[in-house]
């Protein structure tokens, strides 16, 4: 048996950036730090930033007074803020810079009278945020059932935006029956599914005709991950989602000649590492790695002194600089 683990794969910029930010205000100001929700959707991630003194909430309300405060990289709506203001509290904005675009990509299309359609998964931390943007201008779609109960005004403008961890293919076939049913609706110029999400599920269809089964390294609730064990599925291939190498049955490799690994974007590289060992044990003798560059995508940390009390939509700051290259395809 072999194994051919994907590339890319693991953190992408906007979680080493939400990851980075809770280290550093740790090492700045001491434990406790406070965080609003996971940092990043993955269970080993929020398990060691927990012992080394950070405290995850699920309200600010769960927060002391004036304490330094860090909101996830999944985005939050705008009440969060205003809270935070509110408890005086010294926060920190770890929100991805690619949710923070479709924030502004909402208010902005509001502004001028449009509707919302989000294509997402209602309850998604990302998607809270997003819909908080604006919840009386905006609809929310998953499935072709929504799009056929949805109801537009001929004369009502209208966007089409995603969460931005979504499935291409499932969100590009959504898209098309949107278009259909109300050809006025606008799609913006850029993609809202980010350019990790989208280099790990190409990475995956690479990887399809050559694997019996897919091993995806991620947590249960990281909607990234998931997707790439659908896109397996879609092809055919047998694929898990799991945490480490401790979830792995063993009779997922019985007559399995090439089994594949990859990782969403919230898994640390270790737990990777993990599994491969745990491949070699269990009767995998060669391991390779698709050839792929590297994705040279960068942000900015965000401001660890002088702490932000405000929401990043009236600062007027620019909220993010980066290097942005295009998908690997």
């Excluded at 009502?156 to 959504?174: A, C, H, P, W």
């Excluded at 900015?300 to 290259?325: E, F, K, V, Y």
Aim: charged fraction near 25%; proline fraction near 6%; hydrophobic fraction near 40%.
């Amino acid at each position: 048996m072999r194994a051919i683990v994907a590339k890319p794969r693991g953190f992408c910029a906007g979680v080493e950036r939400a990851i980075r930010a809770v280290e550093l205000a740790l090492e700045q100001y001491g434990p406790p730090v406070y965080v609003r929700k996971e940092i990043v959707h993955n269970r080993h991630v929020v398990q060691r930033l927990r012992a080394l003194g950070a405290t995850f909430v699920d309200e600010l309300d769960e927060v002391p007074t004036g304490a330094v405060t860090i909101l996830s990289a999944h985005g939050s709506p705008p009440d969060v803020y205003a809270d935070a203001q509110r408890r005086g509290l010294r926060l920190i904005d770890a929100t991805c810079p690619l949710v923070r675009k479709v924030h502004t990509e909402v208010r902005r299309y509001v502004k001028r009278g449009s509707r919302i359609i989000l294509i997402g998964h209602r309850g998604h931390d990302e998607v809270v945020g997003t819909m908080g943007q604006a919840p009386e201008a905006t609809v929310l779609v998953k499935s072709p059932d929504d799009v056929a109960r949805l109801t537009l005004a001929p004369d009502q403008k209208g966007v089409i935006l995603t969460q931005t961890t979504l499935s291409q293919d499932d969100t590009r076939e959504i898209m098309d029956l949107l278009r259909a049913r109300f050809p006025h609706l606008e799609v913006p110029s850029s993609d809202d599914i980010c350019y990790a999400t989208q280099n790990r599920q190409n990475a995956v269809k690479t990887l399809c005709p050559r694997i019996d089964l897919l091993l995806v390294v991620g947590s249960q609730n990281s909607s990234n991950s998931r997707r790439l064990t659908e896109v397996a599925r879609a092809r055919r291939v047998a694929s898990y989602l799991i945490d480490g190498p401790d979830n792995i049955d063993d009779a997922w490799l019985a007559g399995v000649q090439c089994v594949g690994v990859t990782s969403g974007a919230s898994a640390p590289e270790d737990i990777v590492k993990g599994v491969l060992e745990y491949l070699r044990l269990h009767g995998v003798d060669r391991i390779e790695e698709i050839d792929a560059p590297d994705e040279g995508v960068v942000f900015t940390l965000p401001r660890l002194h002088n702490l932000s009390r405000t929401a990043p939509a009236a600062s007027g700051r620019r909220p993010w600089r980066g290097i942005r290259r295009p998908p690997i395809r």
